[in-house]
């Protein structure tokens, strides 16, 4: 079963609103959680690592303010896009390294549509 | 910094067939991990094979190998006995030690598709 679990699968959502986009380890800790973005047939590209308990580390390029990132406990990391744009679009995913060597856990994605 | 390199945007095979997809990489870590993942068209990930830099051993799952040539930099897929449900977006990635976790920089894919 999933161990790292992501939520909605699939939103869409009015351009100027904001949406928060969940990602939860289930069964084990996740201190740091990565977030990714990926275009239509596209690469997956980092946007952000996700700190529990300290402030979200932003790659170069990626506006923190329009990607709110909030790591609140030690098995949730959610993403905020505000203020969303059609240009926002976009497949949204997030990973947690496991416990054990080399582990990497991926959530299921979600996809976000801005209308 | 790092790159991962897939220059094959799409691949074609057919049916129990076997298939090499290819990935190089660009490091100057000693230590350092390489990852296959396939995407299908709902988006998860799945993760098919992992390479440590240090692993003597080529990698091996089930019907996935990895052809990991160091010196050369590559680290290519070795997809054995195709089935019609690989055809997918292939992934490789190399993983980024950073402050002791895992962040992973990701090829630009290959789309594999089986024939019957």
């Known amino acids: 079963g999933a161990v790292v679990s992501q939520h909605p699968s699939r939103v869409i959502c009015k351009s100027g609103t904001s949406v928060k986009i969940e990602c939860r380890s289930l069964d084990f800790q996740a201190t740091t959680m990565f977030w990714y973005r990926q275009f239509p047939k596209q690469s997956l590209m980092l946007m952000a690592t996700s700190n529990e308990g300290s402030k979200a580390t932003y790659e170069q390029g990626v506006e923190k303010d329009k990607f709110l990132i909030n790591h609140a406990s030690l098995t949730l990391s959610t993403l905020t896009v505000t203020s969303a744009h059609p240009e926002d679009s976009s497949f949204y995913i997030c990973?947690?390294?496991?416990?054990?060597?080399?582990?990497?856990?991926f959530g299921e994605g979600s996809w976000l549509t801005v209308v | 910094a790092q790159k991962i390199t897939q220059t094959q945007p799409g691949m074609f095979v057919q049916e129990k067939e076997a298939v090499t997809l290819d990935c190089t990489y660009d490091?100057?870590?000693?230590?350092?991990?390489l990852f296959w993942y396939k995407q299908p068209s709902s988006g998860e990930m799945i993760f098919l094979i992992y390479q440590g830099s240090y692993d003597e051993q080529n990698a091996t799952e089930g019907r996935y190998s990895l052809n990991f040539q160091k010196a050369r930099k590559s680290a290519n897929l070795v997809i054995s006995a195709s089935q019609l449900g690989d055809s997918a977006m292939y992934f490789c990635a190399m993983r980024e030690a950073w402050g002791g976790f895992q962040k992973l920089v990701f090829g630009t894919g290959t789309r594999l598709l089986v024939s019957p």
């Open positions: 990973s947690a390294p496991g416990g054990a060597g080399n582990t990497i856990y």
């Open positions: 490091t100057s870590d000693q230590s350092y991990g």
